[in-house]
């Protein structure tokens, strides 16, 4: 069973940091690059930064470039996305996704989501 589990949202000042964690199981997760999302209040889903399986091929959305770090590591089948120099824009729910290949076909897995509060 595939499961993705995100954690290390929380409330932050403007200028903080988050860690945020997307924790997979039920497949091979090295074999599969990894995606994060956010949604925030009122606005569509939106990609924010994608890793290849070698972790060495990522792309940066603009509001993301310096400031948001992708990273994983295959030996704990667990995906990061380092936060830092926050602001109150950056206010969502961040997703992790995996499109993962299952009887031929490629399916799109969703964590639950953690939320990021910017805040002072």
């Known amino acids: 069973q595939v499961q993705l589990v995100e954690s290390g949202g929380g409330l932050v000042q403007p200028g903080g940091s988050l860690t945020l964690s997307c924790k997979a199981s039920?497949?091979?997760?090295?074999?599969?690059?990894v995606s994060w999302y956010r949604q925030g209040p009122g606005k569509e889903r939106e990609l924010v930064e994608h890793?290849?399986?070698?972790?060495?091929?990522?792309n940066y959305e603009h509001f993301a470039q310096g400031r948001f770090t992708i990273s994983r590591d295959n030996a704990k089948n667990t995906g990061y996305l380092q936060l830092d120099s926050l602001n109150a824009e950056d206010t969502a729910i961040y997703y992790c996704?995996?499109?993962?290949?299952?009887?031929?076909?490629?399916?799109?897995?969703w964590g639950q989501g953690t939320q990021v509060t910017v805040s002072s």
């Open positions: 996704k995996i499109v993962i290949l299952r009887d031929g076909n490629w399916l799109d897995y």
């Open positions: 039920g497949f091979a997760f090295s074999d599969y690059a």
């Open positions: 890793i290849g399986t070698a972790g060495d091929a990522t």
